[in-house]
């Protein structure tokens, strides 16, 4: 969480910018919770937002597959999963309209058979 001096926790900016312009609002650096910050290979890389997403997640629901490229290139949990059971997969098969985005997560080792709080699989949501 932010600290009370207003300063963001360690990378949290950089990764909001890395997966920026993915048509959703970026969370603010009093909704962000950093995860595995003492893992050298994924400090930040993991931040929650107030949803429990992380910047994977959220760039996983973009176009661009590059921003998810470098996330999981510094280590970002393949398999996170928000507040609703949801993990980068399910994201990108619901929203992207890259197939190079989900190629990507599933290259990286996504589970494909990782189910929401709905029971759902990342197929589920490519259906639609």
């Not at 609002?25 to 595995?36: I, K, L, R, S, W």
């Amino acid at each position: 969480m932010a600290s009370s001096n207003g300063k963001e926790p360690k990378g949290f900016a950089g990764l909001v910018l890395l997966a920026s312009d993915i048509g959703e609002e970026q969370p603010g650096p009093a909704d962000a919770t950093p995860h595995n910050s003492g893992h050298p290979d994924r400090r930040g890389t993991d931040t929650r937002d107030e949803e429990g997403r992380t910047p994977l997640h959220r760039a996983a629901w973009s176009n661009q597959v590059e921003p998810v490229r470098a996330l999981l290139d510094a280590g970002a949990d393949t398999d996170a999963r928000d507040n609703n059971g949801e993990t980068p997969l399910h994201r990108a098969a619901g929203g992207s309209e890259n197939p190079a985005v989900v190629k990507a997560l599933l290259d990286a080792g996504a589970d494909p058979n990782a189910r929401n709080g709905l029971g759902e699989t990342p197929l589920h949501e490519a259906a639609g």
